[in-house]
């Protein structure tokens, strides 16, 4: 059960987005999204939970909750479509 977080604090780390999403059930994984080019945060992250439960209440209790600053967007992730590869020769 995978979540989109939007709007989030450059300040926000991996482990604070945890432990905020821990409190409406068991996450399995983490992760703020980080410019691979600068280092910083992108604004955005995910978070999987572990059960549908706690997805839900993920949703309901931390969608526009201030996080670090911020009010946060807490939404189900959609599958994104594979990416095509150029053919530059």
């Known amino acids: ?7 989030l604090s450059y ?5 604070v987005l945890r432990n905020a999403f821990e409190e ?3 996450v399995a994984n983490a992760q703020v999204i ?11 992250g995910f978070v999987e939970m572990e059960t549908e439960d706690g997805m839900n209440a993920a949703i309901e209790t931390l969608n526009g909750r201030n996080l670090e600053g911020r009010e ?5 992730a959609e599958n994104k479509p594979p990416r095509r590869r150029s053919r530059e020769f």
């Open 1 to 7: 059960m995978k979540l989109f977080v939007a709007n």
């Open 11 to 15: 300040d926000v780390t991996d482990e």
């Open 72 to 76: 946060i967007v807490v939404k189900v």
């Open 34 to 44: 980080m410019d691979r080019n600068t280092g910083r945060s992108r604004g955005f």
């Open 24 to 26: 409406c059930g068991p």
